[in-house]
Structures are given as structure tokens and as C-alpha cells.
């Protein structure tokens, strides 16, 4: 059970270059998130999906975009790279349920705009 | 979502329990407590959440005050491994939009 996957796990871009964080989950769960954590500082939500074809803005969604076509992925989209995007991003997945829902995270994709 | 407060940094001695603080005094009923930590340079790792009653599983427990005002995470025998941030959070359960940040959580430092 591989849980939650990024894809690629380090890349570096120059400023105004556009690239996408892939993202699958095999745990069949509704609810997808991307995150993005800047040095020494919490978790910051840029986009959610509460499922397929369903997606919405977080706290910091400025200069991304999502998709939602399957249940499985929930890639982001950056358009015009700029170096405030430089961070950490972290894709997780949850199953929603009244008694409480559990977050995955991946393990990280380090985005570097130069 | 309620806002939590915990201690920035704290310090355990490998083999003794670490007791992690959380305030959370504006929970509302139907809130959650979750408790996550972030070993360095890796994706945040669930370890217990509760609604009012203490929780325990194989990594923590989970003790919350009869007020639900305030919590404590505890892992009975820190390891080295164990050192990471801890993050507390309160959220209603199914509200996905609400997960917005982790805020800074506590550094907790096992040493030898």
C-alpha cells in the first residue's frame, strides 16, 4: 500500500517557467489536499477536493491551479513561477467520516524558483 | 475551527514520558482534537485524535480535560526517533476547508 505519492521529489525551475506536482493517492479517499511549508514555519493550505471534479481554494492559493479528473490524483499546476513560491509541498488525502478524518501526507516535493 | 496555543520548544530525556500541552479554550462541541508531528524534512505523520474521551493507541495517548479546553499528548517512553515538531489542531470532523494551517506546534527535543 503506497499511501500518498508526489512526484518529483526535488526540482528546481527558473522564474516565469511553469511546471505540475503530480499527486496519487491508492487509498481510495475522497478528500485531497495540497499544502505548502515554507522554512521554519507551519503548514499552509493552497487548495482542497472534496472529490472528483470537486475543487476549492485554500488559504494561499494565489498562483496555483488544481484538477480533479479521478478519484486517485489531485496534481497542482504552477503558472509563472516566481521565487515566493520556493518551499516545500505536500500532498495528503483523507476519508471523510463523522467519527473524524484522518490526513496522509506524501512525502514532499522541494521547489526551487531561481 | 478553534485556535490552539502550545509551548514552542520542549526537552525529554530518552526513555521518560513526554507530556505535550495543547490549549484550545474556544472548542466548540462538535470539534475534534487531532494531533499530528513532522519529523525534519519529512510529510507530517497522524499519531491520535479524540472528541472528549482519553484516547490511546500504540504510538500516544491522548488525555483530554473534562472542560475539552485543553489537552495533553503523551508518548509514554521518547525515543531519539521521536524528536519533531508536534502539532495540535481542533477542526469539526468532515470539514476539509477548514484545515488550514498547522501553526508552529511544539519542537519537541528527546535527548540521549
Known amino acids: 500500500n503506497a499511501g500518498v505519492t508526489q512526484t518529483p521529489k526535488f526540482r528546481i525551475l527558473k522564474i516565469g517557467q511553469s511546471m505540475t506536482l503530480q499527486c496519487t493517492q491508492d487509498?481510495?479517499?475522497?478528500?485531497m489536499y495540497w499544502y505548502r511549508q515554507d522554512p521554519g514555519m507551519g503548514l499552509k493550505l493552497i487548495y482542497y477536493?472534496?472529490?472528483?471534479?470537486?475543487?476549492d481554494k485554500g488559504e494561499v492559493p494565489n498562483g496555483y491551479n488544481v484538477s480533479r479528473s479521478t478519484t486517485e490524483d489531485f496534481p497542482l499546476r504552477l503558472e509563472l513561477a516566481a521565487p515566493s513560491q520556493t518551499s516545500v509541498y505536500f500532498c495528503?488525502?483523507?476519508?471523510?467520516?463523522?467519527?473524524?478524518?484522518?490526513?496522509?501526507f506524501g512525502e514532499g516535493s522541494w521547489l526551487t524558483v531561481v | 475551527d478553534a485556535k490552539t496555543t502550545q509551548p514552542p520548544s520542549m526537552d525529554c530525556a530518552e526513555g521518560r514520558a513526554a507530556n505535550l500541552p495543547c490549549n484550545h479554550s474556544?472548542?466548540?462541541?462538535?470539534?475534534?482534537v487531532y494531533w499530528y508531528r513532522q519529523i525534519h524534512s519529512q510529510g507530517p505523520q497522524y499519531i491520535i485524535h479524540?472528541?472528549?474521551n482519553n484516547e490511546t493507541n500504540e504510538m500516544a495517548s491522548l488525555i483530554i480535560t473534562e472542560d475539552r479546553k485543553s489537552s495533553t499528548l503523551i508518548l509514554p517512553h521518547a525515543t531519539l526517533r521521536d524528536t519533531a515538531v508536534y502539532y495540535c489542531i481542533v477542526r469539526v470532523a468532515g470539514n476539509a476547508g477548514n484545515m488550514l494551517t498547522f501553526g508552529g506546534g511544539t519542537r519537541l527535543m528527546v535527548k540521549p
Open positions: 495528503a488525502s483523507s476519508y471523510n467520516s463523522l467519527s473524524g478524518n484522518t490526513i496522509y
Open positions: 479524540g472528541l472528549k
Open positions: 477536493s472534496v472529490g472528483a471534479g470537486i475543487t
Open positions: 487509498m481510495n479517499h475522497n478528500y
Open positions: 474556544t472548542i466548540s462541541g462538535n470539534e475534534y
